[in-house]
């Protein structure tokens, strides 16, 4: 082999060394990225199941407390007023009474039923009933009527009949009735609004081609913006989008809070023009 041969071949041999050594050093670093990267999906999903077990401790504990406060109230208070009342019955049998007092004690004994009619929705509120065996279209019925019952508002259901229903565990339904309740109850004491529809059917996601339940509940009060702003001081409300992903409402936050245990979607649109409306699709 002649100098000029034997160069060329140094050459290359030195040059197939500085492939070998890039390709050594970009499978070293793409490594080192795959490591890395798989580290921080694990820190990620290590973060997110601690968040899940801390939001479903929370939310076990809400329902706890909230049983035990409908069995104290059922078990004390309703006891004591149904008690009263037999006693004012009897009281007002008696001849010895003027009229006046008669009239007092009527007066009373219409507060007292009041009262025990509000403790009575206070308790249903607390702890639906036969939440086991009931159907979710069951208890969104007797929630509306409840509203429509205890606050005056116009409280409409239109639920379709679908057999996905049936699909919905105990848990899932629990879960969808609170955040339902919540939707509710954040329109009856912040919009100012008249009137509720709540629509619950069958819907097709179309980004995903599955099946799921949509639950949409909308009112016509001043929105969520309107409800939330500082009435104490001039400043113009926040807009809507910011007041939703920025708010510190607890309410709010228990909403996003069962939805994300629900691996459903949650969306809240509000307005001053056109109220509130909230959207809890679960895929099933």
Do not use: W
């Amino acid at each position: 082999m002649n100098p000029a041969e034997t160069n060329i071949a140094v050459f290359q041999f030195v040059e197939l060394l500085s492939i070998i050594s890039f390709l050594c050093i970009a499978f070293v670093l793409f490594l080192l990225s795959y490591i890395r990267g798989r580290e921080k999906n694990r820190t990620l999903e290590e973060q997110n199941k601690k968040e899940r077990l801390v939001t479903e401790t929370i939310t076990q504990v809400q329902e706890n407390e909230r049983s035990r406060i409908s069995r104290d109230l059922h078990d004390t208070v309703t006891q004591d007023i149904r008690t009263a009342l037999i006693y004012m019955h009897q009281i007002m049998d008696s001849s010895e009474l003027s009229e006046e007092q008669k009239v007092l004690l009527d007066k009373i004994q219409n507060i007292e039923e009041q009262n025990l009619k509000n403790i009575r929705n206070i308790i249903r509120n607390l702890t639906p009933s036969q939440i086991e065996s009931a159907s979710i279209t069951q208890l969104l019925t007797e929630l509306c009527e409840n509203i429509n019952q205890a606050d005056g508002l116009d409280c409409k259901l239109y639920a379709q009949d679908t057999p996905l229903f049936n699909k919905i565990t105990t848990e899932q339904k629990l879960h969808i009735f609170r955040i339902i309740q919540e939707s509710i109850t954040n329109a009856v004491k912040h919009s100012g609004a008249s009137e509720i529809s709540l629509i619950a059917r069958e819907e097709k996601d179309n980004n995903e081609n599955t099946d799921g339940l949509l639950f949409m509940i909308s009112d016509d009060g001043v929105g969520i913006s309107e409800s939330q702003s500082d009435s104490s001081t001039n400043r113009s409300p926040a807009p809507t989008e910011d007041v939703i992903s920025q708010s510190t409402h607890l309410g709010i936050k228990g909403m996003k809070s069962r939805a994300t245990l629900l691996g459903a979607r949650l969306d809240i649109k509000s307005s001053r023009e056109t109220g509130t409306q909230v959207k809890l699709f679960l895929k099933v």
